[in-house]
């Protein structure tokens, strides 16, 4: 089991920078690959960002690459989305999630996954 715990999300304008942490607990994370996706109303869950454990592979979404870098750290546990140059079109529920398998989060899919924290972009 692996317990995700995401904050930092609130109204910023557009072209503000924010960082999103989740903070990780359970046996199995230091393991796993991480990743964020994210939720607008109305919308589909979208990919934002995915790491291998190690840190080696990083992915972006096309809509955030070049503004949003993953990290990770291992003591704590801790998961990072650095947002940069926000746009409106980047408001959602933001997730942070891990998953055995890198792939699988490239894909969309994870094992486990946070609560959310609401990120607003103002114009």
């Known amino acids: 089991q692996v317990q995700l715990v995401e904050s930092g999300g609130r109204l910023v304008q557009a072209g503000a920078s924010l960082r999103l942490t989740c903070a990780a607990s359970?046996?199995?994370?230091?393991?796993?690959?991480a990743g964020w996706f994210r939720q607008a109303p109305g919308k589909e869950r979208e990919f934002v960002a995915a790491?291998?454990?190690?840190?080696?592979?990083?992915d972006y979404a096309d809509s955030v690459k070049g503004r949003f870098t993953i990290a990770r750290d291992i003591r704590p546990d801790m998961i990072y989305l650095q947002m940069n140059r926000l746009k409106p079109e980047d408001t959602a529920v933001y997730y942070c999630?891990?998953?055995?398998?890198?792939?699988?989060?490239?894909?969309?899919?994870?094992?486990?996954r946070g609560q959310g924290t609401q990120v607003t972009v103002s114009s």
């Open positions: 790491m291998t454990w190690t840190g080696g592979s990083t």
């Open positions: 359970g046996r199995t994370f230091r393991s796993s690959a």
């Open positions: 999630a891990v998953d055995h398998d890198y792939s699988e989060l490239q894909r969309g899919n994870y094992d486990y």
